[in-house]
C-alpha cells in the first residue's frame, strides 16, 4: 500500500480528540512512508493532517475542485491538484488510492465514504474502504447499516467488507488483509 485517501472534515470539530488523532494519523503515515491523498484543503482535520505528515518528511497529494480552490486557503504541499469539480476530484481521488479511509467529518466526507463504499459492493475497485470511528462519531451510521441489513436492503457479506475501527494502531494490518467479496446484487 503506497497511497492512502482519507476523508476528513475541513473543521476540526468540538472535541479536541478529531485534531489529536488527526495528528497520530499523520504521524502514522508519514512514518510508514505512506502517501496520503486527500482533499486538498488547509483547515480543520484537513489542514492538520497534511500539515502534520508535511512536517513528518510524508508525501501529501491534495486534490481540489477550482471552486474550493478560490475559497479555501492552500500551504504547501507536495502537490496541488486542481480540477474541475467535485465529480473530477472524487475520481482522481479513486484512481490514485490504494485505499480510502474516513475520518470525522462533514455531509462532504460522508458522501466520499458513502461513494466509496457503494464503488466497491458494485465492483466498480476491490480496495478497502475503513471507517475510523473515532469518539463513536460513526457509530450511528454503522447501526443505520445494521439496521438496513436486517430489512434486507443492504447484505450482511457487503457490510462485512466495512472495515471500522477506533484505533490507528494495526490499521495497515487491517486494510492489507482485506480481501473484498464481489456478490451479484440478483443472487440472494
Not at 160 to 169: A, F, G, K, N, P
Request: aromatic share 8%; net charge neutral.
Amino acid at each position: 500500500m503506497k497511497n492512502l485517501c482519507v476523508f476528513c472534515g475541513s473543521s476540526a470539530g468540538n472535541n479536541p480528540v478529531y485534531s489529536r488523532t488527526a495528528i497520530e494519523l499523520g504521524r502514522y503515515l508519514a512514518g510508514r512512508s505512506i502517501n496520503l491523498v486527500y482533499g486538498g484543503g488547509d483547515v480543520g482535520l484537513m489542514g492538520i493532517l497534511s500539515s502534520c505528515i508535511m512536517e513528518n518528511g510524508g508525501h501529501v497529494t491534495g486534490i481540489i475542485p477550482e471552486l474550493l480552490h478560490a475559497m479555501v486557503p492552500h500551504k504547501k504541499i507536495s502537490e496541488l491538484i486542481v480540477v474541475r469539480d467535485m465529480h473530477e476530484r472524487k475520481s482522481l481521488m479513486y484512481r490514485m488510492s490504494d485505499a480510502f479511509l474516513c475520518m470525522p467529518g462533514g455531509i462532504g466526507s460522508l458522501d466520499e465514504l458513502m461513494e466509496s463504499f457503494t464503488w466497491q459492493q458494485l465492483g466498480y475497485h476491490s480496495k478497502p474502504v475503513c471507517v475510523l470511528n473515532v469518539n463513536g462519531y460513526y457509530s450511528a451510521l454503522i447501526n443505520q447499516f445494521k439496521f438496513m441489513v436486517a430489512e434486507g436492503f443492504l447484505r450482511r457479506e457487503h457490510l462485512d467488507s466495512l472495515i471500522v475501527t477506533d484505533r490507528i494502531d494495526g490499521l495497515f494490518e487491517l486494510l492489507e488483509s482485506f480481501k473484498v467479496k464481489h456478490l451479484s446484487k440478483i443472487d440472494r
